[in-house]
Nanobody, 124 residues
Framework: QVQLVESGGGLVQAGDSVRLSCAAS????????MGWFRQAPGKGREFVAA??????????APAVKDRFTISRDNARSTVTLQLQMNGLKPEDTAVYFC???????????????WGQGTQVTVSS
């Protein structure tokens, strides 16, 4: 079992930056690739970014590429996953979820463990 807890969301203005964090506990964090997803009101869960178990490779949705950066720190005793979001737009407004998977994947169905989500609201 892996427990994931997101933090760092809030209300920001267009153009601002926000860093989301995801604290992982339970089974070895390094056994899993990690991803960020988001869900806007009335829409399905959307892939945002993913990172491999070691952090060597990343993948981004076209809508966030060059604005968002996913990273992970496997060395700390309390390991974390982060999403640095720059140049935020109103269309980035959503609940953001971190997730863990044995696969480096973009499909939500490939992820086994999920956090509870954190709200990011971007005003114009």
């Amino acid at each position: 079992q892996v427990q994931l807890v997101e933090s760092g969301g809030g209300l920001v203005q267009a153009g601002d930056s926000v860093r989301l964090s995801c604290a992982a506990s339970g089974r070895a964090f390094t056994d899993y690739a990690m991803g960020w997803f988001r869900q806007a009101p009335g829409k399905g869960r959307e892939f945002v970014a993913a990172i491999t178990k070691t952090g060597a490779f990343t993948n981004y949705a076209p809508a966030v590429k060059d604005r968002f950066t996913i990273s992970r720190d496997n060395a700390r005793s309390t390991v974390t996953l982060q999403l640095q979001m720059n140049g935020l737009k109103p269309e980035d407004t959503a609940v953001y979820f971190c997730a863990a998977s044995e696969l480096f994947a973009i499909a939500a169905g490939s992820y086994d463990y999920w956090g509870q989500g954190t709200q990011v609201t971007v005003s114009s």
